[in-house]
C-alpha cells in the first residue's frame, strides 16, 4: 500500500536541514506499525510526506502504485481526502465547533448534506461512547475525550489508512492505553491500515511492527509478538 524508496527532505533555510536521509519502507494493507524514535528524528517529517501534507526531495513515494511526487493541492488534498485519516497530538478540533460539527466536517468537504453528516457523526461519536458529549465544545472534553472525537473524525469517512502523529502524546497512561486499544480495534475488525508515530517504547510496542528511526534513517524493524508469543504478521 505504502512504499518508500530513498526518500530525502531537507528544510530549506537560511540553514538548511537535512532530515531524511534515505527512507526506504514498505507498510501493507492492513498493517498497524508504529515508527519510532527520539525527539528530532524526522518522525512527523516523515507521516506528513506519507500523508501528502509536505513533499520530498529525492526518491519515490507510491500510494497503491501511484507516484505521489509534486502532486498539484487541489490533486494532493483529494488523495487526503479519500485516502486517509489524520490523528494528532494535540487533537486539532476546532475550537468552536462542538463534538458532532468537529467529526462532521470531512464529510463537509465532500459535499454531504448538513442533516447527513450530523447523523452520521451521532452515529460515530456513539460508536466512540461519546454520545452525550456530540453538543459541547472541545474545551469541555477530557483529553481522552478529545482523542476519542478526533479518532472519530479521522475515520468517519472510511480512510485506508490512518496517520496518528504522537496520539497519546497528552494523555495519561490510563488513557494512553484506551486510545492504543482503540486503534487495535479498527486495525483488527475493520483491516484499517495504521501507521503510529511515536517516541515512546510502551506505545510503540502495542503495535504489531516497530520501525526504529534515528537521525533521518531507518534502523531495526521489531515484529512484536502477542500475549501468546505468536507473531502478529504472518
Ligand atoms: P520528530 O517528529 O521526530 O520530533 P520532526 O520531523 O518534527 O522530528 O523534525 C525533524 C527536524 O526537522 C527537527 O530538527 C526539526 O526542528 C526540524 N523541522 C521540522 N519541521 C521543520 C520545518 N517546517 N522547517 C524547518 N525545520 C523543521
Ligand atoms: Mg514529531
Redesign the pocket.
Known sequence: MIHLDGIHKT?Q?AQP?H?LKGISLDIKKGEFVSIM??????????LNILGILDNYDEGEYLLNGVLMKNLSETKAADYRNRMIGFIFQSFNLIPFKNAMENVALPLYYQGVSRRKRNALALEYLERLGLKEWAHHLPSELSGGQKQRVAIARAIITHPQIILADEPTGALDSKTSEEVMQLLRDLNEKEGMTIVV?THESGVAYRTHKVIHIKDGIIGKIEENKTMEGQPYLK
Not at 37 to 46: F, H, I, N, P, Y
Open positions: 528544510y533555510g536541514l532530515v524514535g527520539a525527539s528530532g528524528s524526522g518522525k512527523s517529517t516523515l508515530v
